[in-house]
């Protein structure tokens, strides 16, 4: 389907002779160990994966296949045609590591977004126009199984010469409606705006939580972003993936197994074991218990524990909350609950026991004179709110967990937030020991064990909850919308409630009720990292939207966590809320 220009060197062997004997001399002189000697590079042009589009880049020309496959030339702009109608041009320069510039590149990816250099979103009006050109001209007008021209298409658009992407949508649809009739020999209403906008957004989302499982090797992923819409053509972005209700969006989105050995499909409804979330649900509670009065956040950990943490009486429960207090992290010390972890001893820890090992440790630093993370800090204030209230802390209205192993399938949950076992599909969480033990353990890549069956008791009231990504969408965007507590006690977002709640980590970021908080778009995030499990959640306050992302694997830092691999991005791409044209 592809062919190359005139080749110079069939007309000038000696030219050719030359510029390799260069070339072999460069090698030498620089090692030649990167040199980058592949100039043919393979892409694909996606919106669904576009097929019947004439591309050309440089000497190269050929037409996308069912793959939406294109060739370019590397540092060579490529161009998409549809007969003679221009689409746009992208730029293929790539910004890679020079160890990367082999004999494999990786494989380019370019959408309609990119054929718009100016454009700031992927709602863009120009690239929405090109959007909707190429959706309503699928031959069987359903996008979701590829984007296909007919040969009449191709053909018949070889007798036009241009359609105007940038014209107003009003605009657009007087103009291409005679243009889409003539080249499909039958009326067929455009595609919405909405609609097309979605599924290319879709699209992209789908992408990202397929690199995660093909390129980090997480069994599974599943994704749940809500995004206002308002207008009377809202109604046409429904699609798979995607539901409409009360004026918003909500993207439901997975892709791989929740459990790799029966081969079971992941889903946005699959319950995980959520980590450092758990926190979250633990510090709205004791902000729950600060608006009721039944404490404050500069009571001392001495005056409600007497005589258990040295210096007790200057650590003050605001201190705990933020990660504040010194209180040293036990998951840190080599201790016998990761061994108990590791080799499947399922002994039970009692909270009093996890508080020990950090005892025994002595603080990182005098209270409220640093930031460090710390389990400890969270085992804590699980005992204060069973000190306050008389109740275990998972009985209380944010405290929610299930402290059962997995694979016995008992659950003590109830509430809107946590999820038991029993009740719905459970993800196995699977960990690379190596990540965990380093070489003592075998080297990097080796085989996924699963980490399910267990015991997490040591997790404690700082990461054993169970939830799924629907719920915790809504969790965090009751949270960013200050929805938890009563008039006037927005602890999260309105810092005059609290002015000391948050801590300052860095110049760029605070940490509050173990909520992080990005000063220069205040963007809310929190995230967790148990063995077997990786999830975050992020509220945007600019454009309102929540995300919940959720992973049945440990991921390392040092190669991107769930938030890094997909919730960011997915950020970028949602962007912001949709208005109808209508």
Known sequence: MRKKGNNVFDKTPYLCLTMILAAMMMSVGCGGEHEDYVSEREGRFIDSAVQGLTYISGGLTGVTDAKGTFFYEKGQTVTFKLGNIVLGSASTILDMDVKTLELAPPVLTLTPRDLVPEAESDRDPQVTNILRFLQTLDADYNPDNGILFSESVREKAKNYNDVDFSLTPTEFEAETEPVIADLLGENR??????????????????????????????????????????????????????????????????????????????????????????????????????????????????QWFPGMIPNGENINIRQVVNHSSGLYNFYEVPSDWFFDFLFLRQDTWDTLDLIELAVEEGPTFPPGAGWHYSNTNYVLLGMLITEVTGNPWEDEKYGLTDTIVAETGESNLEGPYAQGVADGTYAHGYIDLYDVTGAMYGKKGGILEDASRREPSAASSSACMISSPENLCKWIKLIGEGDLFGEGYDFVNDTTVDPELYFPMTPATQCGPNIYKNLSNNMLIASGNFLGYDVGIVYDPNTRIPIAACTNRTLRSEDGQIKDIVIFDAVTILGGGLESEN
């Open 189 to 302: 209403e455009l595609t919405s705006a909405v609609r097309a906008q979605n599924h290319f957004i879709r699209t992209k989302l789908q992408d990202i939580l397929d690199k995660a499982v093909s390129e980090h090797d997480v069994p599974g992923v599943a994704l749940v972003a809500e995004v206002s819409c308002e207008g009377s053509d809202c109604i046409n972005g429904e699609m798979d993936g995607v539901d409409y209700e009360d004026g918003k969006f909500t993207w439901k989105l997975a892709s791989g197994y929740s459990n790799l050995e029966t081969q079971t499909p992941m889903t946005t409804d699959t319950r995980f074991r959520v980590a450092s979330l758990t926190k979250t649900f633990v510090a709205m509670t004791v902000m729950q218990l600060v608006e009721e009065g039944k404490i404050t956040l500069d009571d001392s950990i001495e």
